[in-house]
Protein backbone atom coordinates (compact mmCIF):
# COMPACT_ATOMS: atom_id res chain seq x y z
CA UNK A 1 0.00 0.00 0.00
CA UNK A 2 3.47 2.18 -0.10
CA UNK A 3 2.03 5.90 -1.05
CA UNK A 4 -0.98 5.36 -2.52
CA UNK A 5 -3.85 7.52 -0.81
CA UNK A 6 -6.46 4.83 0.26
CA UNK A 7 -9.83 6.51 1.30
CA UNK A 8 -12.46 3.64 1.76
CA UNK A 9 -16.19 3.73 2.42
CA UNK A 10 -16.33 0.28 2.33
CA UNK A 11 -16.90 -0.63 6.20
CA UNK A 12 -16.56 -4.54 5.42
CA UNK A 13 -13.22 -4.60 3.49
CA UNK A 14 -12.06 -2.30 6.06
CA UNK A 15 -13.81 -4.77 9.08
CA UNK A 16 -12.06 -7.69 7.93
CA UNK A 17 -8.82 -6.00 7.60
CA UNK A 18 -8.61 -5.52 11.20
CA UNK A 19 -9.90 -8.60 11.65
CA UNK A 20 -6.60 -9.76 9.90
CA UNK A 21 -4.60 -7.76 12.07
CA UNK A 22 -3.98 -4.58 10.01
CA UNK A 23 -4.23 -1.09 11.30
CA UNK A 24 -7.50 1.17 9.75
CA UNK A 25 -7.83 4.83 10.42
CA UNK A 26 -11.69 5.45 11.29
CA UNK A 27 -13.64 8.95 11.84
CA UNK A 28 -15.05 9.69 15.72
CA UNK A 29 -16.75 12.98 16.74
CA UNK A 30 -13.59 13.95 18.08
CA UNK A 31 -10.64 13.82 15.90
CA UNK A 32 -9.91 10.69 13.77
CA UNK A 33 -8.53 7.60 15.61
CA UNK A 34 -5.90 4.69 14.04
CA UNK A 35 -7.54 1.52 15.18
CA UNK A 36 -6.82 -2.14 15.52
CA UNK A 37 -7.68 -5.53 17.06
CA UNK A 38 -7.50 -4.76 20.74
CA UNK A 39 -7.19 -8.17 21.67
CA UNK A 40 -4.03 -8.87 18.92
CA UNK A 41 -0.60 -7.60 20.30
CA UNK A 42 0.71 -7.68 16.39
CA UNK A 43 -1.97 -5.50 15.35
CA UNK A 44 -1.58 -2.99 18.62
CA UNK A 45 2.08 -3.08 17.86
CA UNK A 46 1.66 -1.66 14.31
CA UNK A 47 -0.08 1.29 15.91
CA UNK A 48 3.09 1.84 18.19
CA UNK A 49 5.40 1.81 15.41
CA UNK A 50 2.94 3.92 12.76
CA UNK A 51 2.77 6.56 15.25
CA UNK A 52 6.53 6.49 16.62
CA UNK A 53 4.72 6.25 19.92
CA UNK A 54 6.21 5.46 23.18
CA UNK A 55 5.47 1.63 24.50
CA UNK A 56 4.41 3.51 28.10
CA UNK A 57 1.62 5.33 26.61
CA UNK A 58 -1.26 3.20 26.61
CA UNK A 59 -4.78 2.99 24.17
CA UNK A 60 -8.00 4.20 24.51
CA UNK A 61 -10.37 1.10 23.39
CA UNK A 62 -13.85 1.99 21.51
CA UNK A 63 -16.64 -0.24 22.01
CA UNK A 64 -19.78 -0.30 19.95
CA UNK A 65 -22.23 -0.87 23.57
CA UNK A 66 -22.29 -1.25 27.24
CA UNK A 67 -22.34 -5.35 26.96
CA UNK A 68 -19.12 -4.94 25.00
CA UNK A 69 -17.57 -2.39 27.33
CA UNK A 70 -18.84 -4.66 30.14
CA UNK A 71 -16.49 -7.58 29.05
CA UNK A 72 -13.53 -5.74 29.24
CA UNK A 73 -13.89 -3.30 32.18
CA UNK A 74 -15.55 -3.50 35.74
CA UNK A 75 -18.23 -1.32 35.65
CA UNK A 76 -19.38 -0.44 38.83
CA UNK A 77 -22.43 2.15 40.21
CA UNK A 78 -20.38 5.20 39.48
CA UNK A 79 -19.12 4.28 36.23
CA UNK A 80 -22.28 3.32 34.88
CA UNK A 81 -23.43 6.43 36.03
CA UNK A 82 -20.99 8.50 33.96
CA UNK A 83 -21.33 5.96 31.25
CA UNK A 84 -25.08 8.21 30.77
CA UNK A 85 -22.23 10.15 28.39
CA UNK A 86 -21.95 7.27 26.06
CA UNK A 87 -22.17 6.96 23.06
CA UNK A 88 -19.80 10.64 23.47
CA UNK A 89 -16.20 12.34 24.10
CA UNK A 90 -15.99 10.40 27.40
CA UNK A 91 -13.19 7.99 28.04
CA UNK A 92 -13.01 6.38 31.27
CA UNK A 93 -10.23 4.77 33.28
CA UNK A 94 -11.77 1.86 34.50
CA UNK A 95 -10.49 -1.45 36.33
CA UNK A 96 -9.52 -3.96 33.48
CA UNK A 97 -11.29 -7.57 33.40
CA UNK A 98 -7.76 -9.70 33.48
CA UNK A 99 -10.07 -12.80 31.68
CA UNK A 100 -11.05 -10.11 28.85
CA UNK A 101 -8.10 -10.87 26.63
CA UNK A 102 -7.04 -7.41 25.86
CA UNK A 103 -3.29 -7.02 24.51
CA UNK A 104 -0.94 -5.99 27.16
CA UNK A 105 0.39 -3.28 25.13
CA UNK A 106 -3.03 -1.45 24.51
CA UNK A 107 -2.86 -0.75 28.35
CA UNK A 108 1.15 -1.04 28.72
CA UNK A 109 0.98 -2.87 31.60
CA UNK A 110 -1.49 -1.05 33.86
CA UNK A 111 -4.73 -2.68 35.32
CA UNK A 112 -7.19 -0.18 34.43
CA UNK A 113 -8.10 0.68 30.81
CA UNK A 114 -9.28 3.56 29.09
CA UNK A 115 -12.54 3.08 27.15
CA UNK A 116 -15.32 4.51 25.41
CA UNK A 117 -18.10 4.38 23.06
CA UNK A 118 -17.77 7.11 19.83
CA UNK A 119 -20.59 8.81 19.28
CA UNK A 120 -19.98 8.43 15.02
CA UNK A 121 -22.23 6.53 13.13
CA UNK A 122 -19.63 4.94 10.94
CA UNK A 123 -17.38 4.02 14.28
CA UNK A 124 -19.65 2.38 15.40
CA UNK A 125 -20.75 0.14 12.37
CA UNK A 126 -16.94 -0.50 11.88
CA UNK A 127 -16.54 -2.06 15.43
CA UNK A 128 -19.75 -3.83 15.13
CA UNK A 129 -18.71 -5.00 11.60
CA UNK A 130 -15.09 -6.09 13.25
CA UNK A 131 -16.70 -7.89 16.40
CA UNK A 132 -13.71 -6.47 18.21
CA UNK A 133 -13.30 -3.69 20.55
CA UNK A 134 -10.69 -1.50 18.83
CA UNK A 135 -7.35 0.71 20.28
CA UNK A 136 -6.99 3.85 19.05
CA UNK A 137 -5.06 6.80 19.59
CA UNK A 138 -5.66 9.90 17.33
CA UNK A 139 -4.50 8.90 14.29
CA UNK A 140 -1.18 11.70 13.80
CA UNK A 141 2.43 10.53 14.44
CA UNK A 142 3.16 11.08 18.06
CA UNK A 143 4.08 14.50 19.00
CA UNK A 144 1.80 16.15 16.35
CA UNK A 145 -1.38 17.55 15.51
CA UNK A 146 -4.56 15.59 15.81
CA UNK A 147 -6.32 14.85 12.75
CA UNK A 148 -9.85 16.19 12.45
CA UNK A 149 -10.47 14.94 8.56
CA UNK A 150 -9.66 11.95 6.58
CA UNK A 151 -6.80 14.50 4.30
CA UNK A 152 -4.84 14.97 7.17
CA UNK A 153 -4.48 11.06 8.19
CA UNK A 154 -3.90 10.60 4.63
CA UNK A 155 -1.13 13.03 4.58
CA UNK A 156 0.25 12.38 8.44
CA UNK A 157 0.78 8.96 7.03
CA UNK A 158 1.80 9.65 3.56
CA UNK A 159 -1.27 7.26 2.44
CA UNK A 160 0.26 4.14 4.32
CA UNK A 161 -2.74 3.38 6.47
CA UNK A 162 -6.50 3.12 5.06
CA UNK A 163 -8.47 5.13 6.15
CA UNK A 164 -12.72 5.56 6.87
CA UNK A 165 -13.83 9.04 5.84
CA UNK A 166 -16.32 10.13 7.38
CA UNK A 167 -16.28 14.31 7.08
CA UNK A 168 -15.01 16.49 9.67
CA UNK A 169 -14.89 15.55 12.89
CA UNK A 170 -17.90 17.36 15.05
CA UNK A 171 -15.97 17.90 17.88
CA UNK A 172 -12.14 18.39 17.22
CA UNK A 173 -10.74 17.92 20.43
CA UNK A 174 -10.28 14.88 22.31
CA UNK A 175 -12.30 12.77 24.53
CA UNK A 176 -12.36 14.51 28.35
CA UNK A 177 -10.29 11.51 30.01
CA UNK A 178 -11.61 10.80 33.60
CA UNK A 179 -10.69 7.97 36.12
CA UNK A 180 -12.69 6.11 38.69
CA UNK A 181 -11.23 4.39 41.23
CA UNK A 182 -13.66 3.48 44.31
CA UNK A 183 -15.21 6.57 44.75
CA UNK A 184 -12.58 8.67 43.26
CA UNK A 185 -13.17 10.61 40.04
CA UNK A 186 -10.14 12.50 38.49
CA UNK A 187 -9.69 14.23 35.35
CA UNK A 188 -6.79 13.29 33.73
CA UNK A 189 -6.96 15.36 30.12
CA UNK A 190 -9.66 17.79 29.72
CA UNK A 191 -11.54 17.26 26.53
CA UNK A 192 -15.24 17.72 24.47
CA UNK A 193 -16.98 17.05 26.97
CA UNK A 194 -16.97 19.80 29.29
CA UNK A 195 -15.80 18.79 32.85
CA UNK A 196 -18.90 21.40 34.26
CA UNK A 197 -21.26 18.99 32.39
CA UNK A 198 -19.75 15.87 33.96
CA UNK A 199 -20.06 17.78 37.77
CA UNK A 200 -23.58 18.29 37.05
CA UNK A 201 -24.49 14.88 35.96
CA UNK A 202 -22.76 13.66 39.43
CA UNK A 203 -23.75 16.78 41.97
CA UNK A 204 -20.23 17.37 42.89
CA UNK A 205 -16.70 18.51 41.65
CA UNK A 206 -14.21 16.29 40.06
CA UNK A 207 -10.57 16.91 41.33
CA UNK A 208 -8.02 17.56 38.09
CA UNK A 209 -5.09 15.59 37.71
CA UNK A 210 -2.19 17.55 38.72
CA UNK A 211 0.15 19.04 36.03
CA UNK A 212 3.25 16.71 35.82
CA UNK A 213 0.75 13.56 36.65
CA UNK A 214 2.95 11.51 34.36
CA UNK A 215 1.96 8.23 35.49
CA UNK A 216 -1.68 8.61 35.58
CA UNK A 217 -1.90 9.57 32.24
CA UNK A 218 1.08 8.75 30.15
CA UNK A 219 0.57 10.76 27.18
CA UNK A 220 0.09 13.90 28.86
CA UNK A 221 3.64 14.93 28.08
CA UNK A 222 3.74 18.46 27.76
CA UNK A 223 5.01 18.78 24.63
CA UNK A 224 2.41 17.64 22.57
CA UNK A 225 0.14 18.52 19.70
CA UNK A 226 3.13 20.24 18.33
CA UNK A 227 3.03 22.01 15.28
CA UNK A 228 5.68 22.75 12.70
CA UNK A 229 5.94 26.65 13.68
CA UNK A 230 6.84 28.53 16.41
CA UNK A 231 2.95 29.05 18.75
CA UNK A 232 2.65 32.40 20.75
CA UNK A 233 -0.57 31.77 23.02
CA UNK A 234 -2.81 34.99 24.92
CA UNK A 235 -2.13 37.37 21.55
CA UNK A 236 -3.83 40.48 21.45
CA UNK A 237 -1.01 42.18 19.04
CA UNK A 238 0.62 40.48 16.90
CA UNK A 239 3.74 40.88 15.53
CA UNK A 240 4.14 41.85 11.19
CA UNK A 241 6.00 38.26 11.20
CA UNK A 242 3.25 36.35 12.56
CA UNK A 243 0.19 34.70 11.22
CA UNK A 244 -3.04 35.80 13.69
CA UNK A 245 -4.73 32.83 14.68
CA UNK A 246 -8.21 34.54 16.37
CA UNK A 247 -11.17 34.17 18.58
CA UNK A 248 -14.08 36.74 18.62
CA UNK A 249 -13.29 40.28 16.88
CA UNK A 250 -9.60 40.16 15.58
CA UNK A 251 -9.17 42.54 13.06
CA UNK A 252 -6.48 40.91 10.43
CA UNK A 253 -6.55 37.88 11.87
CA UNK A 254 -4.96 34.97 9.19
CA UNK A 255 -7.82 32.34 10.36
CA UNK A 256 -10.16 32.72 13.29
CA UNK A 257 -11.66 30.10 15.91
CA UNK A 258 -14.84 31.85 15.92
CA UNK A 259 -15.55 35.29 14.99
CA UNK A 260 -18.59 35.48 17.11
CA UNK A 261 -16.68 33.76 20.47
CA UNK A 262 -18.58 30.23 19.99
CA UNK A 263 -16.03 27.99 22.50
CA UNK A 264 -18.07 24.69 20.67
CA UNK A 265 -17.01 26.28 17.03
CA UNK A 266 -13.53 26.87 18.18
CA UNK A 267 -13.14 23.30 19.55
CA UNK A 268 -13.83 22.02 16.12
CA UNK A 269 -12.10 24.27 14.08
CA UNK A 270 -8.55 24.08 16.39
CA UNK A 271 -6.48 21.58 14.89
CA UNK A 272 -7.55 22.33 11.49
CA UNK A 273 -6.45 25.64 11.38
CA UNK A 274 -3.21 24.99 13.44
CA UNK A 275 -2.97 22.03 10.28
CA UNK A 276 -4.06 25.19 7.87
CA UNK A 277 -1.49 28.08 9.76
CA UNK A 278 1.06 25.45 10.14
CA UNK A 279 1.43 25.29 6.01
CA UNK A 280 1.99 28.77 5.48
CA UNK A 281 3.56 30.61 8.14
CA UNK A 282 6.36 29.88 10.44
CA UNK A 283 4.97 32.05 13.22
CA UNK A 284 1.68 31.74 14.68
CA UNK A 285 0.05 33.90 17.06
CA UNK A 286 -3.16 33.05 19.33
CA UNK A 287 -5.50 35.13 20.56
CA UNK A 288 -6.76 34.54 24.08
CA UNK A 289 -9.51 31.89 24.91
CA UNK A 290 -11.90 32.08 27.48
CA UNK A 291 -11.21 28.44 30.11
CA UNK A 292 -14.79 28.27 30.70
CA UNK A 293 -16.49 25.21 29.25
CA UNK A 294 -14.41 23.60 26.14
CA UNK A 295 -12.11 26.36 26.88
CA UNK A 296 -10.25 23.98 29.17
CA UNK A 297 -9.69 21.55 26.71
CA UNK A 298 -8.78 24.11 24.22
CA UNK A 299 -6.07 25.83 26.38
CA UNK A 300 -4.92 22.73 27.31
CA UNK A 301 -4.11 22.10 24.06
CA UNK A 302 -2.89 25.14 22.70
CA UNK A 303 -0.19 25.50 25.75
CA UNK A 304 1.32 21.61 24.49
CA UNK A 305 1.38 22.83 21.41
CA UNK A 306 3.43 25.86 22.23
CA UNK A 307 5.22 24.02 24.97
CA UNK A 308 9.25 23.64 23.88
CA UNK A 309 10.17 20.55 22.33
CA UNK A 310 11.90 18.20 24.45
O1 LIG B 1 -10.99 11.43 21.47
C1 LIG B 1 -10.12 10.59 21.74
O2 LIG B 1 -9.91 10.22 22.90
C2 LIG B 1 -9.30 10.03 20.58
C3 LIG B 1 -10.25 9.25 19.68
C4 LIG B 1 -9.55 8.54 18.56
O3 LIG B 1 -11.00 8.36 20.45
N1 LIG B 1 -8.23 9.21 21.04
C5 LIG B 1 -7.14 9.72 21.67
O4 LIG B 1 -6.17 8.79 21.98
O5 LIG B 1 -7.00 10.89 21.92
P1 LIG B 1 -4.67 9.16 22.39
O6 LIG B 1 -3.92 7.88 22.37
O7 LIG B 1 -4.14 10.23 21.55
O8 LIG B 1 -4.79 9.57 23.89
C6 LIG B 1 -5.05 8.59 24.83
C7 LIG B 1 -4.77 9.10 26.20
C8 LIG B 1 -3.28 9.12 26.51
O9 LIG B 1 -2.97 10.34 27.17
C9 LIG B 1 -3.11 7.94 27.45
O10 LIG B 1 -2.04 8.10 28.31
C10 LIG B 1 -4.44 7.94 28.15
O11 LIG B 1 -5.36 8.24 27.15
N2 LIG B 1 -4.79 6.60 28.68
C11 LIG B 1 -5.19 5.52 27.99
N3 LIG B 1 -5.37 4.47 28.81
C12 LIG B 1 -5.09 4.91 30.05
C13 LIG B 1 -5.06 4.29 31.34
N4 LIG B 1 -5.37 3.01 31.51
N5 LIG B 1 -4.72 5.07 32.39
C14 LIG B 1 -4.42 6.38 32.23
N6 LIG B 1 -4.40 7.00 31.04
C15 LIG B 1 -4.72 6.28 29.97
MG1 LIG C 1 -3.16 11.83 20.54
Redesign the pocket.
Known sequence: MTGKATVSSDIDTLAALLRAGEIVAFP???????GADATNSDAVLKIYETKG?PRF??????VADLTMAEQLVELTPLARKLAQFWPG?L?L?LR?KVEAGLSDL???G?D???I?I?DHPLALALIRAAGRPLA?????RSGKL?PTTAAQVIKGFEGNVPVLDGGPAQ?G???T?I?VDGETVTQ??A??LPREEIEAALGRAIAIAAEDAAI?????MLSHYAPNAALRLNVTQPGPDEAWLGFGAAPGAAANLSPTGDLREAARNLFAMLHQLDGVASRIAVAPVPRHGLGEAINDRLKRAAAPRG
Open positions: TETVYGLRNPLIVHPTVRVTALTVGRPAPSANSAVESIALRGAAAPGM
